[in-house]
């Protein structure tokens, strides 16, 4: 190749030559002349900036000394101090509720909701999944109907179920726990505990969407899995339930973690629910502060604590996508929508 | 599959560890506190929550029988929130802010009627404060301050604030920036400046050609200060207006003193208050707010309740609120030393009380849509006969 | 005798094992997602407000109201201003779709161009490409609404330096997200479609085409090589085995894509709501964000009920038909 060239074009432009180098760094298939590279790499280069361009303006707000937006563009920290990191560190809210009751309130509540749902899916899954019974179809368009039902549908009856159990302190030391029963003589008695107001009450409500999606997409996963294995389990003498506990849950594992961690992601910037039932300063979420800097009277928002909570928000869940993108995408897509 | 053990431990790990680190059990107090719960709508790091704060602090000290839990709800909500926690049977046993939603609170019956319990004990607040809280002859809060939109100026960039409106349209025109609020909220008060009047003295709309003909004034006016503004790119909110201001970049802003706090943090000494400026018709009026502490009627604690508004409001606490937020305090023995306060007191004196009725919703409902005037286009006067039209079908 | 028994047993115990399955999953649905979906049916036939909260059903002045709450949604006849049904609904269509059509070919290109071998930092964009989607939704509509401020906002900044460089020396200062009369008149017949749309646009397009790109990658590295090298012996160009090669093998991965992204974006509460808040006059008002509002702020529970119930159909319908053309597309590749 080189010396064809060499004979037929002795005295190429070096520059000619410089620039269609190839650049691909194999010998063999496609060329990459390095103008083509440059080129992509422009191109790259802006969608880059692009795309971080948002991300630079929060990161360089929370930076930031001062509360005001400032009212000309900055990229880049002028000056960068700590303090906004520190203040949301100290004292996140105007609310008597420190950091790390937050940070545990969310981790708890994104956890525990990621988790039962999937232990509660993953069963009705597998039965949606491998038997064919009689009413199969029926009960999935069941299972389905929620998701298309939009979330705001739901919080109302939510509000209103949750906001029944109520566990009140009679005096004389009864407790009463209503609506089973009630304080004697119609007595209000002293609240206690009330479920909707309670990281407990909005964690059920949380499941009521997060079950429909975790069986919709396991089922999907499920799918995938073929059915020789089982035949052959069943050739060995394993009844359904062995083959379901040994064969494929362990199989299956992978796919439930990545399901675990889109209901993850999911639930810890979910804020609507919360909001509209916790009044507990204790009870409060890191997604619900994040909302709870933008709602003020608009001139006070505290634009580098907000920023500050922004970046601190979105860490975890920048980790887990970085860490897992591929297996997510395919969770989504495959579990999703084939239906 | 390693990556995903390894997160998926590491949650694990982390829920273990911040579980453990949550907040130890406190020993049993040896009499068991009264428990009073309140919400207030104060931003975060704004100089009335600090001031609140501080305020909150020692009376941990000097109600020691009393434990004050406090929610901070951003103010966007804070009516909805306490609407429905009430409805629903809970919410907490006071909360403060405007009164906004007076009148429509009591009569879906989420606030409490504390003529009785209050009875006697009001000695000290004014009657004008107290006034802002009635509905009906009955009082329905403890007043904490006095709100109202008026004309805050930087002292080096305007030297005398305009005394009339011709004297602002002029000045706009001649390229000062001034941050004009627009909105059927902070623009009341020209209408007052005109002449015309929405609501005679038992609350039903003044529908005369008359009155309309000055309110139509009023709104041509806004509109035409509104023009200057848009052709100008000047700010047209308090929330967009509070940069430049702070900054130096607008020389005034119309705004209520809640925000007094921060532009007096901004420009110290270069700041100066005037009423809105007076027209044709006479003064400004601007709607005048009552900021003031509700009780919940579900609360079983209404007495101690009672008692932590006062101490929140008494001479100590409404001296700390006015000299570092703003406040116009409703406690009258609070001695008046800063001459912008003493402004602002002047600028109230021709301010409108706001209604509580149910007609009130009728203004809200048909005046808010000012943007048809201002950005569609629609003439002044038709869109005020409409608004009229509306609001009394 | 005894085994033919033991069968029939067996026989049973599989009939019912699905049951059993289900059981846990379907008793806790029933509770908490069943029962409120049942309840929200039926207050959208009544007067349900804020004063029923306590008592809930059993309170005595809750009034049957048949389908009054339906009709006033349909024709207008709520109390609020400037909300058209039928408007919201189409411009909720055409925001969902005009969306996936921006997003779908250009994480396509994108993910082509990408996938160009040798191509250096190739991982370091990858990595960084997918940032958008981990901002939570508050804070990326909080940044764009921002960006797109009129005095202040970086988008105003930069079209002032570019015109700037044709010799137009004014500042630009668009009011993106308060401008009532649309730029273009006329187009969308029924839904004007203002500034704020478009602003919007730029605002998901910045958050969706990554996603788009990451499935692009997937599928792209499962098309064999040797296609593109029997293409290029072949004669055909860069372009011609784009289209002829890569196109076609991307459409299994990128349908069901894209109707995902549909159904993403057309129920988009949160950039809609807390950048635009429905934009001015309830231009760029989608049906969840109404929803919300009805259930928020105003507290008609009866009415929102009835409008949540309405969403569903729509969902159904939209579902119906996507579900039929991801089956057409699929049966056509297997074909």
Partial sequence: ?339 | MKKLGLLFSLLIVASVILTACGPKATPAPVAAPVEVTFWHAYGTGSAEETALAAILASAATDLPNIKINVLQVPFNDIFTKYDTDVAAGGGPDMFIAPNDNLGGQVRTGTVADITALADGKLGDYSDLAKGGMMYDGKLYGLPESLKAVVFWYNKDMIATPPATTDELKALMEGGTEVSITYGCYHEYGFFGSFGGQIFDDQFNFVTDAANQEKVTAAVSYVNDLYQISKANSWPKSDADGLAPFTEGTAAAITNGNWAMGDYKKALGDKLGVAPLPAGPGGPSNPLLGVDGFYFNPNSQNQAAALEVAMYLTNKTAQTMMMNDAGHVPANTTVEVTDPLIKGLLDAFSTAYFRPQVEAMGNYWGNFCGTDQVFEAGTPAADWVAAGFAGATK | MALAKKDAGQKVKRNLLPYYYLLPAFLIMGVITFYPLIYQVIISFTNFETQHLLLGLRSPELRFVGLKNYIDIFTGALPVENFNFFRVLEFNFWWAFSNVMLHVPAGVLIAVMLNTEGLWLKKLYRALYILPIVVPPIVVATVWRNIFDEQYGAMNQLLTTVTALFGHLDPVRLRWLTEYTPPIPGFLPGAPLTLAYYAMMIANFWLGWPLMSVIATGALQSIPRDLYEAASIDGATGFQQFWNITVPLLRPAMVPAAVYGFTITFNLFGLVFFMTGGGPARSTEILVTFAYNLVRNLRWFGVAAAFAVIIFGVALIVLLITNRITRATQSYSEA
């Fill in chain 1, 1 to 339: 190749m080189s010396t064809r060239k060499a004979s037929q074009t002795p005295n190429k432009n070096l520059l000619v030559r410089f620039l269609t180098m190839n650049t691909s760094g194999q010998s063999s298939g496609r060329d990459l002349p390095l103008w083509r590279q440059l080129l992509i790499q422009a191109l790259c280069l802006f969608i880059l900036f692009s795309v971080m361009f948002p991300i630079m303006y929060i990161v360089t707000l929370s930076l930031s000394p001062k509360t005001q937006r400032p009212s000309a563009l900055e990229l880049f920290p002028k000056e960068i101090s700590f303090i906004a990191y520190k203040q949301v560190f100290d004292h996140p809210t105007g609310n008597p509720v420190s950091f790390i009751e937050l940070l545990r309130n969310s981790v708890g509540l994104s956890v525990s909701v990621g988790l039962v749902a999937l232990l509660v899916a993953v069963t009705a899954a597998y039965a949606f999944s491998r038997f064919n019974f009689k009413m199969r179809e029926v009960l999935m368009v069941l299972v389905f109907i929620p998701l298309l039902m939009p979330g705001v549908g739901l919080v109302t009856p939510l509000y209103l179920l949750l906001n029944q159990f109520k566990i009140v302190d009679c005096g004389q030391g009864v407790t009463a726990l209503t609506p089973l029963f009630a304080c004697d003589g119609g007595e209000r008695g002293r609240l206690i505990f009330n479920l909707r107001d309670s990281l407990l009450g909005v964690g059920i409500a949380m499941s009521a969407g997060a079950l429909p999606f975790a069986i919709w997409n396991l089922k999907g996963y499920l799918d995938t899995i073929p059915k020789e294995l089982e035949e052959a389990a069943a050739i060995d003498g394993a009844d359904s339930n062995q083959t379901f506990w040994k064969i494929i849950l362990p199989l299956a594992a992978p796919q439930l973690a990545v399901t675990f961690f889109i209901g993850f992601i999911g639930n810890w910037q979910e804020f609507v629910t919360s909001w509209l039932f916790l009044t507990q300063p204790k009870d409060y979420t890191l997604a619900m502060t994040l909302y709870n800097m933008t709602g003020q009277y608009a001139s006070s928002i505290p634009w580098n604590r907000f920023a500050a909570m922004a970046v601190i928000v979105a860490m975890p869940v920048a980790v887990v996508y970085i860490a897992l993108q591929k297996q997510i995408v395919g969770g989504l897509t495959t579990g999703g929508v084939k239906g």
